[in-house]
């Protein structure tokens, strides 16, 4: 297929195209392919210019109306598709895009010989990528609905209601296999090698009113997050320098908040730089999304990954788990970066009733479609780009929509907490649910129906047989899941299809009680809970007497229970659960050293009382808080380590200040630093590199100093050892 657009069209062409439907059969699943032009001449008219950046821009400032100014001319992408969907390779592509010499034609402000190679980075000649660093276009496949184009459709009663599996809520997935293949080019960066990066996109819309939008064909930009995946690049800056000289010439979009991170779930021996921004209303008809993008190190030939993984990782940038990424996100200097991850107002702002603040993904947002393309500046001249093969398949569960009267509402609304960064869905055992895949295909389209067997092996004991059926030809194979007591605890999804794909083991939570975090939601080992018995009703004094363990009104037999629940395998830090008989009232109650104690109820069981959140108020160095990452946070036991803090010049002025923070080992065995001090004319700290801290008021201490559990490669000091790269910036 081929693509063209005049470069004036503010968001260039659009062309999707269906797979021959006689190639579905083979590979299975339901794929489209795409390209656009998201700005179609890299060396903007100067209107273009103007209205884009401003007219105070350096870009717009050097802007004339010079033939290099001006190129109005058609730009043209020719894909060719590959007999086994969805299969692609770039085979053509006119018109410019970036000129790593300059451009030809144009006048340099700084040196009228016309050549551009002199030209200073604000210079007209260089103001791409330096001043504006965008891709020219997006060739790629994808699964599900983009911009009113879905790859295969089921309805009902002849609207679109899904498709390839896709709209389906954040908190219902339970796992996406993906994997992709793809060819890059020989030669140098910016030269014969081209400038691109290999772009896996994951799109989520908000799901404002708590329900599928309005028609899946009718998803055009998506209002929630764009969750980028850069498995491949040529030209990456990764500190974010734009040097062509040196070969650094594309960043994502945003700041970069962590380098070379790992990620649970992800491919072995990757590890990723994580950049984040929200995008402007210029270019999008004013909707407005957050941008989380991974970049791989080492580049990777290829990638396969379950990609939920980094679902869960973009989930994990939120201010109730990252206050440290948000404080990064405010102090920088662009707006976009600043007004990245904001509240979201409404239902979509909320998990278990309570407000998100400051949230990157939420899991009630509804992922839509999963792409996987590049995103050229420059093409590459040898080798070309491709696409050898692609696949996505999610797996979901969710509660069933016919019985939506009579189900808890926890199926698909939460998310349990492994503890260590990652999360399952949660199925109660009362609720009826629906299991769906989409993978390989059986059959032609309109030739009937294929079934298979699905089983879930309960955390404790037993299992559920599930029927899966597939309308033959879509690759969307769904069945009912009964409730399921009493299965409970970590369970596992299994099946192997008749086309070929195999599931084993994919991880959801059954029947959760509850959890007991801290004020800012990590959660607490070593709390107690205990269950009370309230005799009088709804009208019993809180909390109410705590049931004998041996009672046969519940199970397990503990009273108290002392998090993590031992006994519910996989159940996560924090977690406590009960399964109760009976209808009666009962009060939650919890406690932990250092922290509040705070009692819920009395609540009436039925209906059930599933997902609760007990959230105690404590010290910074309570014991037992579980930081990202199943890390316990270090408490201080009575070794005080010297520190010194230095105030960079010049020094503390009306405006702030920054400082660097020395711990030192003095002792003869290696620490797991922890330490505090009082923050120079207590002021406030803002800004913190490779530490975490707790700030009191006036006067001001920081306490419970310690290395940063997300990336915690200076937290053991050895004898001796003095901490490097460690400190924080302050303002009145």
Known sequence: MTTSTPADANQGSFLNAAIPGAALTAVGGRYRTMTNFWNTDMSWSCPQLRTQFGATSAAAANCTNLAGDADLTTKTLNMTLDSQAPEFKITNFTGNTYFAAGRTG??????????????????????????????????????????GQCSVELTNAGAVAASAGLPTPVASL??????????????????????????????????????LPAGANALNQNDGAEIMIWANAHGYSADGTLNAGAGHFITPAGLKVESQVAIPGAPAGTTWDVWINRQ????????????????????????QADTRAFID?????????????????????????????????????????VAIPRACVMPSWWLTSVQAGFEIWQLPTTGGLGSTSFSVNPLTIDGDPAFASTNTGITGNTLFHNGDGTTKPILHWNDNARLSYSGCSVGAVGSGTTTATATIAFGNTGSETVTLSQANGTGIWDGPITPTQPGHDASGISFTLPCGDTVTNSPIFIDPSGKVTNQDGMPINGATVTLGLCTNGA????????????????????????????????????????????????????????????????????????????????ASNAPGIVEIGDHVRPVTNGTTLPTNVVVRPPGITQFGYCADVFVTNNTGSPVEWNTSFTVPGNQHINQQWNMVLSQGGNPNVATNVHANPSNPWNKILQPGQTTQSVGFCAVP
Not at 280 to 303: C, K, R
Request: charge should be negative; proline fraction near 9%; hydrophobic fraction near 40%.
């Open 106 to 147: 144009v006048t340099n402000a700084q040196d009228q010989g016309g050549t551009c190679l002199n030209a200073a980075v604000a210079d007209r000649c260089h103001w791409t990528p330096n001043n504006a660093h965008f891709p020219s276009s997006y060739p790629a496949s994808y699964k599900g609905c983009n911009f």
């Open 174 to 211: 339970v796992s996406m296999p993906s994997s992709w293949n793809y060819t890059l080019p020989g030669g140098a960066i910016g030269g014969a090698g081209g400038i691109f990066d290999v772009a896996y996109d994951i799109w989520l819309a908000r799901n404002d009113n708590n329900a």
């Open 280 to 303: 402007n209303t210029d270019v999008t008809n004013g909707t407005q999304w957050n941008i989380v993008t991974f970049v791989a190190n080492p580049a990777l030939p290829s990638f």
């Open 313 to 353: 990782r973009a989930m994990t940038y939120n201010a109730g788990d990252r206050p440290d990424v948000v404080a990064k996100l405010d102090a920088d200097s662009r707006a976009s970066v600043k007004a990245a991850c904001p509240t979201i107002p409404g239902a979509a702002g909320m998990v278990n009733g």
């Open 539 to 618: 009208a019993s004094t809180a909390p109410c007497p705590a049931v004998d363990a041996n009672s046969t009104l519940i199970t397990p037999n503990r009273n108290p229970e002392t998090t993590p629940d031992a006994a519910a395998v996989g159940s996560g830090a924090g977690a406590f659960r009960w399964d109760v008989t009976g209808n009666n009232f009962w009060t939650v109650t919890a406690s932990a050293p250092g922290c509040t104690t705070l009692t819920l109820g009395p609540l009436q069981v039925p209906p059930p009382r599933v997902d609760l959140l007990l959230k105690l108020t404590c």
